[in-house]
């Protein structure tokens, strides 16, 4: 393999910036390379790769930066390839020197927006005469995979703390509120429940799926999921007697402390849990003991959009739910599309031998509930029947 070659393949395998700094110090065969970051009086090791015995370990450890090679590196007062440091008359105290190193290649790694963040370099033990400027190229195109790297890392970490910020102004003002859509039975079209459904304020228009997984990103998807039910379960009183209220809440949810609690005060026959991402139940023994004590209180378990995305029956047959949800992707067209309706049969005979009731949801058309119900499909759910909206005064 020609030497281009080898750097070509160490910069495709350069797997983000602890792949781009091992992959240098390798190519270019230094005892010890490092990205640290430098701040006004300070240097952090950010990422260390060394090979062989010493103990190197330093990542995340920090000390003042001046005096620092790093600091000399980005002030320009050492160049940016050092054949033996020993040559340079730059007063350096560190404490890295204890090794001691002769031979640096280091560049500074800039922020997105062009400010120092800190340096990337590749040292040796001895000194190293034959470093060329080839080589310093080498290590400025590794130097550039681990400043986008950092670039992304930075996104995220904004990101994140935006999110953070958003999650927590939304629970500190709980900054929503509840809209309820009807479930009726197909054949008498009488009304059965009413599934709550969660708006946020600052876009009431928008679907709640997004606010969710934003929460859910920073830990903090129960603690939202919760406040709604706890919301939800308060509208109970204002809901038509002997009609059940629906509630959604994920597996991690259910899983999470307090969640069984929220049920205690309520009239549990009048309420359902649907559980929704029943697919990403991973741990099902997690929410086993919450849904078989909500069970026993009288709580009806519903499993949300079965069928959705080929969801899996073994899956909804570990819950044995007392209720299935039929996905609208199973309920859009279906009087036009004879597999839609194999499928559909399929799962009433599902739900007969397991004793559940079948809604189906999304249903925008007549045609559709007539369909449904000559399958045997007991409710529905849809704009056929009414679209989520607040409940009347
Ligand atoms: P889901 O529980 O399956 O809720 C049904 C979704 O279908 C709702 O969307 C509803 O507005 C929509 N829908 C109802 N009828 C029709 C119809 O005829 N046609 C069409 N195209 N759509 C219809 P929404 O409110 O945007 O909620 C989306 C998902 O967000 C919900 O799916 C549920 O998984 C989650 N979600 C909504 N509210 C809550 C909540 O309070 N707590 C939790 N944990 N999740 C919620
Ligand atoms: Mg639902
Ligand atoms: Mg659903």
Same mark, same amino acid.
């Given at each position: 393999?020609?030497?281009?070659?080898?750097?070509?393949?160490?910069?495709?395998?350069?797997?983000?910036?602890p792949?781009?700094?091992?992959?240098?110090?390798?190519?270019?065969?230094?005892?010890?390379?490092?990205?640290?970051?430098?701040?006004?009086?300070?240097?952090?090791?950010?990422?260390?790769?060394a090979?062989?015995?010493?103990?190197?370990?330093?990542?995340?450890?920090?000390?003042?930066?001046?005096?620092?090679?790093?600091?000399?590196?980005?002030?320009?007062?050492?160049?940016?390839?050092?054949?033996?440091?020993?040559?340079?008359?730059?007063?350096?105290?560190?404490?890295? +020197?204890?090794?001691?190193?002769?031979?640096?290649?280091?560049?500074?790694?800039? !922020?997105?927006?062009? !400010?120092?963040?800190?340096?990337?370099?590749?040292?040796?033990i001895?000194?190293?005469?034959?470093?060329?400027?080839?080589?310093?190229?080498?290590?400025?195109?590794?130097?550039?995979?681990?400043?986008?790297?950092?670039?992304?890392?930075?996104?995220?970490?904004?990101?994140?703390?935006?999110?953070?910020?958003?999650?927590?102004?939304?629970?500190?003002?709980?900054?929503?509120?509840?809209?309820?859509?009807?479930?009726v039975?197909?054949?008498?079209?009488?009304?059965?429940?009413?599934?709550?459904?969660?708006?946020?304020?600052?876009?009431?228009?928008?679907?709640?799926?997004?606010?969710?997984?934003?929460?859910?990103?920073?830990?903090r998807?129960?603690?939202?999921?919760?406040?709604?039910?706890?919301?939800?379960?308060?509208?109970?009183?204002?809901?038509p007697?002997?009609?059940?209220?629906?509630?959604?809440?994920?597996?991690?949810c259910?899983?999470?402390?307090?969640?069984?609690? $929220?049920?205690?005060?309520?009239?549990?026959?009048?309420?359902? $849990?649907?559980?929704?991402?029943?697919?990403?139940?991973?741990?099902?023994?997690?929410?086993?003991?919450?849904?078989?004590? $909500?069970?026993?209180?009288?709580?009806?378990?519903?499993?949300?959009?079965?069928?959705?995305?080929?969801?899996?029956? +073994?899956?909804?047959?570990?819950?044995?739910?007392?209720?299935?949800?039929?996905?609208?992707?199973?309920?859009?067209?279906?009087?036009?599309?004879?597999? $839609?309706?194999?499928?559909?049969?399929?799962?009433?005979?599902?739900?007969?031998?397991?004793?559940?009731?079948?809604?189906?949801?999304?249903?925008?058309?007549?045609?559709?509930?007539?369909?449904?119900?000559?399958?045997?499909?007991?409710?529905?759910?849809?704009?056929?029947?009414?679209?989520?909206?607040?409940?009347?005064?």
């Amino acid at each position: 393999m020609s030497s281009m070659e080898r750097i070509a393949a160490g910069l495709a395998g350069a797997d983000g910036a602890p792949g781009a700094l091992r992959a240098m110090r390798r190519h270019l065969g230094f005892d010890l390379a490092w990205l640290s970051e430098l701040t006004p009086h300070r240097r952090v090791f950010r990422l260390v790769d060394a090979e062989g015995e010493q103990d190197l370990a330093v990542g995340g450890r920090g000390g003042p930066s001046a005096g620092t090679l790093c600091r000399a590196v980005a002030t320009g007062d050492l160049p940016a390839l050092v054949p033996d440091l020993l040559e340079f008359a730059v007063p350096l105290s560190d404490p890295i +020197h204890r090794l001691p190193l002769r031979g640096l290649v280091a560049v500074p790694i800039r !922020r997105p927006d062009g !400010r120092l963040y800190g340096v990337f370099a590749g040292a040796s033990i001895g000194p190293r005469p034959d470093l060329t400027a080839r080589d310093l190229s080498i290590v400025q195109s590794f130097a550039a995979i681990a400043e986008a790297d950092l670039a992304h890392r930075l996104e995220r970490r904004r990101a994140s703390s935006e999110a953070a910020a958003r999650i927590e102004a939304l629970l500190t003002t709980d900054a929503f509120h509840l809209v309820f859509q009807p479930i009726v039975g197909l054949r008498s079209g009488a009304l059965i429940g009413h599934e709550a459904l969660c708006r946020f304020d600052d876009r009431p228009e928008a679907s709640p799926v997004k606010w969710f997984a934003e929460a859910r990103e920073i830990d903090r998807g129960p603690e939202l999921e919760m406040r709604v039910i706890a919301h939800a379960l308060g509208h109970m009183a204002d809901l038509p007697r002997g009609s059940y209220l629906s509630v959604n809440a994920s597996p991690g949810c259910i899983a999470a402390d307090g969640f069984e609690a $929220l049920f205690d005060t309520v009239d549990a026959q009048r309420v359902v $849990l649907e559980v929704t991402d029943h697919m990403a139940v991973t741990g099902f023994d997690r929410i086993r003991p919450p849904l078989d004590a $909500l069970r026993a209180k009288g709580v009806r378990i519903a499993v949300d959009d079965a069928g959705a995305k080929l969801s899996g029956l +073994h899956q909804i047959d570990r819950i044995a739910p007392e209720i299935v949800k039929l996905d609208r992707s199973l309920v859009d067209g279906i009087d036009m599309d004879r597999a $839609l309706r194999a499928l559909v049969g399929a799962m009433v005979q599902f739900a007969r031998e397991s004793g559940a009731m079948l809604v189906a949801e999304g249903i925008e058309r007549a045609e559709e509930a007539k369909t449904l119900a000559a399958l045997g499909v007991d409710c529905g759910q849809g704009f056929q029947f009414g679209r989520p909206a607040p409940l009347q005064p």
